[in-house]
């Protein structure tokens, strides 16, 4: 978790004050330690996967424009292991809901159509 925390201190050097929306600096968050964690090329591609979820969400709100300086301002708080773990522990529960949501729905659309659920990863 050293390379995480140097990973976090090299991307928020100052920053001035942004306008955000609640699930903006939440998300902007989950971008940043997945970012941290991508560099593990174990976990690349799963902490892959997880950066585009993230990134589609603060699409979605139209956040694309403000992301930087939302990356440089949500990047300051990130400056221990416990906050470190902490976020990466709620952004990877979420994840799972959401996996665990699109197996759900694959399965029962599998059943009623009388085939076999892709499987989500």
């Known amino acids: ?70 990356m440089l301002t949500e990047g300051q708080g990130l400056n221990s292991q416990p906050k470190n773990q902490a976020e990466l522990t709620r952004c990877g529960a979420e994840l799972n809901q959401q996996t665990n949501t699109l197996r759900a729905a694959n399965t029962r659309i599998a059943t009623r159509l009388g085939a076999t659920p892709p499987t989500a990863k």
């Open 1 to 70: 978790m050293l390379l995480f925390a140097a990973a976090t201190a090299a991307l928020v050097a100052t920053s001035p004050a942004v306008a955000q929306t609640g699930g903006d600096g939440a998300d902007v968050r989950c971008l940043l330690v997945l970012q941290a964690i991508a560099r593990d090329p174990k976990q690349q591609e799963q902490a892959g996967r997880g950066l585009y979820f993230y990134l589609g969400k603060l699409a979605a709100r139209g956040a694309s424009s403000r992301l930087e300086a939302v």
